[in-house]
């Protein structure tokens, strides 16, 4: 059973919103993986260092599986960070900070969202590599 997210002073007094459970290790080091394949994928493509939306960058990313937005610093309230199908994540700043997920998930739900993800930017890398 997955903990019950408690987020960190700042998160609730200055965050967007969280989720009600805890991300898990398990979570955490997928997504991290992810976002180590993303930056490999657009060196790729572009030949130049990416700015990474898992990190407190402002910047975005969508492709057929997933799509990840950093930390907005705007009054608006953002959704989530990072969509995979129903699974919403939500982090303070960056991945792996105040981070919050909207559902519990399974070890294999969690390599499945991996498989899938990274499948998607092997994909896009495909697609978009010139």
């Known amino acids: 059973m997955s903990e019950l997210f408690e987020p960190e002073l700042g998160q609730m007094a200055f965050g967007q919103p969280w989720d009600e459970y805890r ?33 407190n960058t402002a910047s975005d990313f969508q492709c057929s599986a997933f799509e990840v937005d950093a930390y907005s610093w705007d009054d608006d309230i953002q959704p989530y960070n990072f969509k995979w199908r129903d699974v919403e994540v939500r982090w303070y700043k960056y991945l792996g900070r105040g981070t919050s997920v909207n559902q519990e998930l399974s070890n294999d739900k969690i390599a499945e969202m991996l498989d899938d993800c990274l499948g998607a930017l092997r994909k896009y890398e495909a697609e978009h590599d010139v």
Do not use: K
Request: glycine share 0%; charged share 20%; no cysteine.
């Open 23 to 55: 991300a898990s290790n398990l979570l955490i080091a997928a997504l991290e993986s992810i976002s180590t394949e993303l930056d490999r994928v657009m060196w790729n493509i572009h030949q130049e260092e990416y700015i990474s939306p898992f990190e």
